[in-house]
């Protein structure tokens, strides 16, 4: 089935510095969602990117999705402590399932 | 806040146990699904719920029962479970078809004596 591989597992930065994680797929994807766990909380949705090369912005946060569509990434301009958490990328398996498939998820930790 | 409700937050149960794990959402979604996450692990479905019609079980133990009763409403009976089931469990809701997003409830926290 569909993997999505995401990279790196863990992240230290100081607080100001950027943060980026890699979401890495073998076939192309029809779509992918990136979604912020807190420690303690749940997933909670940022974003979905549905078209080749297309690039969001959310404040300090940036996604992009590869231009072949098997690629996806999330950088973070300027860490601030309540960036901390886990960031996830879910590829969603299309048709009318709404299954999703979790990368391993990045965890981010920002020190003061 | 979270707008899907998950109770108990916390259950301690023993293997012979029966409980239920209960999820109620009133944003007018039609699919509904509930997840497995371990600890530094990604959440991993369990079932999904279309129009409260089970449409998905991944291959999930037979100790795992899963409920719809309404479209707001999701439940998860338990009964037999085992020390490694012990995860947070996640009920989350969106609406129908693929490539939606979802929205998650704070989980309920399951510990197997």
């Known amino acids: 089935g569909q993997q999505v591989m995401q990279i790196p597992q863990y992240q230290h930065v100081q607080e100001g510095e950027d943060f980026t994680t890699y979401c890495n797929s073998s076939?192309?994807?029809?779509?992918i969602q990136w979604y912020k766990q807190r420690p303690g909380g749940h997933p909670v949705f940022l974003i979905q990117?549905?078209?080749?090369?297309e690039v969001k912005k959310q404040k300090r946060l940036t996604f992009q999705f590869g231009e072949a569509k098997k690629n996806s990434s999330l950088h973070i301009t300027a860490t601030q402590t309540t960036d901390v958490g886990t960031y996830f990328c879910?590829?969603?398996?299309?048709?009318?399932?709404?299954?999703?498939?979790f990368g391993q998820g990045t965890t981010l930790q920002v020190k003061p | 806040d979270t707008e899907v409700t998950q109770t108990p937050k916390h259950l301690v149960m023993g293997m012979t146990n029966k409980k239920s794990l209960k999820c109620e959402q009133h944003?007018?979604?039609?699919?509904m699904y509930w997840y497995k996450q371990k600890a530094k692990k990604p959440p991993e479905l369990m079932f999904v719920?279309?129009?409260?019609?089970?449409?998905i079980n991944e291959s999930v133990p037979s100790r795992f029962s899963p409920e719809c009763p309404n479209s707001s409403l999701l439940n998860l009976h338990l009964h037999a479970l085992q020390p490694e089931d012990s995860a947070l469990y996640l009920c989350?809701?969106?609406?129908?078809?693929?490539?939606?997003?979802?929205?998650f409830g704070d989980g309920t926290r399951l510990s197997i004596l």
């Open positions: 076939t192309t994807l029809s779509n």
């Open positions: 989350a809701s969106s609406p129908p078809g693929g490539n939606q997003p979802q929205h």
């Open positions: 990117l549905v078209k080749s090369g």
């Open positions: 944003m007018g979604h039609r699919a």
């Open positions: 719920y279309s129009y409260e019609k089970l449409s």
């Open positions: 879910a590829l969603a398996t299309g048709g009318n399932t709404g299954k999703l498939i």
